[in-house]
């Protein structure tokens, strides 16, 4: 029974996948903008789904909590810049909180020194990738993202999985903003 409720879940995966690659695809394309707006937080609202339906309790809300903001925030964040900022700033104080409620109780000096670097240099790069992007408060964004990520990355969940998705959605904004700025240069 496990195997197949795994499978029966799945295809939520899949198409969170899809829609991922359907928005990379179609996002500078004459689509109108409510379906762009709508395929670009399609991906994170899906797997927000796959985590409810994949585990029960407070941890898994968090997760979908903080999945599902993120989606509504990154969509919002061209036309609503201070909404979608806002909602990603809830998002990763969310992620944040989850996982420092299950941080490792003994850090090793390699996961003490990534983290440092993931919560001091994520506010960096954002900035230093804002700069010609007209990309509001970089600053703050980069700092609730590398928080949320370096949290991530000392928790007690599994670093292939949790620490690397998180260092995957820190890359993903990052190279949002850098879009951005090539976009306004062509």
Known sequence: MPKRALIERRPWLLA??????AWA????????????????AAPLLLLAVYAVLRHRGNDTRSLAGMLALQGIGSALWYYAPVIGLNALL???LLGLTLFLVHRQPVVDAGGRV???VLTLG?????????DRAGVPFP???????G??????????FPRQRVGFGAALILAG???EIAGEVLRRQC
């Open 16 to 21: 969170s996948i899809l829609m991922a690659a």
């Open 25 to 40: 695809w179609l996002q500078d394309s004459a689509l109108p903008g409510l379906y762009l707006l709508v395929l670009n």
């Open 90 to 92: 809830v998002a990763y």
């Open 114 to 116: 990534s983290a440092l």
């Open 122 to 130: 994520t506010p960096l790069l954002c900035y230093v990738a804002a």
């Open 139 to 145: 600053l703050f964004l980069g700092l609730g993202l």
């Open 147 to 156: 928080g949320m990520a370096a949290s991530a990355w000392i928790s007690t």
């Open 173 to 175: 904004v990052v190279l």
